[in-house]
Every structure is written in structure tokens, then in C-alpha cells.
């Protein structure tokens, strides 16, 4: 599968939030999904506990909480999510923050 230079249209919109969206990637047994966070918003936070996640930081600058310790993120960090840890992203910055998610597929998301 090929992907256009404008990454949005080859995705398929799988959620909105206030001040989000995120686009999902269909592949058979992997959750592959790209988050645009909008600037002075964050995301509501969740944990997985099925499965461990990996961000990949695509553009922009914000934070993310994993349990009660924040980081800060940059473009090209890899951001391992442990299952179970709570996870939220921050952009404080003017420009959209925009991150990719992996996971496996578990019962709720993607299978």
C-alpha cells in the first residue's frame, strides 16, 4: 500500500475529539493510526491493557503524561507506552502536533 505526499487523504478518519482527529491505517493485525492533535488542546487520556503502543512523533512539539511522569516530544522521538500505562498528549505549541500510534488489535479497537 502506497501512501500520497498529503498523509490525510490516505487515511481513513476513525475518531474525532475536541481539538483531534485520529486517522487510521487498514492493515490486518496491527492498529496503525496517525493522531493531529490542534494547537492549545490535548487528548482525553487512556491506557491499553492489552497491549504495549509506540508513538512516533511525525510533526510539532507538545508533552505526553505516561502515568504521573511528563515528557517532552519532538519530531522523529519513539515514545514506548508500557500496557496499562495511562497516556496523554499535550500540545502547547501554535503549530498541530501530530504523532503515529502502533499497537496490536485487541477486542474494542480494530478487531
Given at each position: 500500500?502506497?501512501f500520497?505526499?498529503?498523509?490525510f487523504?490516505?487515511?481513513?478518519?476513525?475518531?474525532?475529539?475536541?481539538?483531534?482527529?485520529?486517522?487510521?491505517?487498514?492493515?490486518?493485525?496491527?492498529?496503525?493510526?496517525?493522531?493531529?492533535?490542534?494547537?492549545?488542546?490535548?487528548?482525553?487520556?487512556?491506557?491499553?491493557?492489552?497491549?504495549?503502543?509506540?508513538?512516533?512523533?511525525?510533526?510539532?512539539?507538545?508533552?505526553?503524561?505516561?502515568?504521573?511522569?511528563?515528557?517532552?516530544?519532538y519530531?522523529?522521538?519513539?515514545?514506548?507506552?508500557?500496557?496499562?500505562v495511562?497516556?496523554?498528549?499535550?500540545?502547547?505549541?501554535?503549530?498541530?502536533?501530530?504523532?503515529?500510534?502502533?499497537?496490536?488489535?485487541?477486542?474494542?479497537?480494530?478487531?
Amino acid at each position: 500500500m502506497k501512501f500520497t505526499s498529503n498523509l490525510f487523504a490516505s487515511l481513513r478518519l476513525a475518531k474525532t475529539g475536541e481539538g483531534y482527529e485520529v486517522f487510521d491505517v487498514p492493515i490486518d493485525n496491527l492498529t496503525f493510526s496517525v493522531t493531529r492533535l490542534h494547537s492549545k488542546t490535548h487528548t482525553k487520556g487512556h491506557s491499553h491493557n492489552e497491549t504495549d503502543e509506540l508513538y512516533i512523533v511525525l510533526s510539532g512539539r507538545g508533552t505526553i503524561l505516561l502515568d504521573e511522569n511528563e515528557d517532552k516530544l519532538y519530531p522523529g522521538d519513539f515514545i514506548v507506552i508500557p500496557r496499562g500505562v495511562f497516556h496523554r498528549s499535550y500540545n502547547n505549541g501554535k503549530d498541530d502536533l501530530i504523532f503515529a500510534c502502533i499497537f496490536a488489535k485487541y477486542k474494542g479497537r480494530g478487531k
